[in-house]
């Protein structure tokens, strides 16, 4: 652990950056290829909204894998990053999570100005 005063409020930054930059990714990716997916199905959805029945869901989903595939990769890591930042928001960070947070900003402050996220960790200490 290092004496300095501002370690743990760079680690708390990274920690902010890494939660903003999973949220993104999950914002990016429904709006990408979970919209691009959506609209591949949209014919199946058509015909789900006119008459629902799990066998035409089932054989909608099967006959348009692309589509599916992306819409299970969106829901997937939407699944992943929610109740990771829900688990973060409610408890305190597990210690093996810390000790890599720590580490990545012992390696920041060592490469100094040249780490691509120096300025948004380090620079306002």
């Known amino acids: 652990?290092?004496?300095?005063?501002?370690?743990?409020?760079?680690?708390?930054?990274?920690?902010?950056?890494?939660?903003?930059g999973?949220?993104?990714t999950v914002i990016?990716?429904?709006?990408?290829?979970?919209?691009?997916?959506?609209?591949?199905?949209?014919d199946e959805i058509?015909?789900?909204?006119?008459?629902?029945?799990w066998a035409?869901?089932?054989?909608?989903?099967y006959f348009h894998r692309w589509p599916?595939?992306?819409?299970v990769l969106c829901l997937a890591i939407t699944l992943v990053v929610f109740p990771w930042?829900?688990?973060?928001m409610l408890q305190e960070l597990p210690l093996r999570t810390k000790q890599g947070l720590e580490q990545q900003v012992r390696r920041i402050r060592q490469q100094g100005p040249s780490h691509?996220?120096?300025?948004w960790v380090c620079k306002g200490s």
Not at 56 to 61: H, I, N, S, T
Not at 68 to 71: D, F, I, M, N, S
Not at 85 to 88: G, I, L, Q, T, Y
Not at 116 to 119: A, H, M, N, R, Y
């Open 1 to 20: 652990m290092t004496n300095d005063p501002n370690f743990p409020i760079e680690v708390q930054r990274l920690h902010k950056l890494t939660v903003y």
């Open 22 to 24: 999973r949220l993104l």
């Open 28 to 42: 990016l990716l429904w709006m990408s290829v979970g919209s691009l997916s959506i609209w591949g199905l949209r």
């Open 46 to 53: 058509a015909l789900w909204l006119e008459n629902f029945t």
């Open 56 to 61: 035409a869901v089932r054989y909608g989903l």
């Open 68 to 71: 599916t595939t992306g819409l």
């Open 85 to 88: 930042k829900s688990r973060n």
């Open 116 to 119: 691509p996220l120096w300025k």
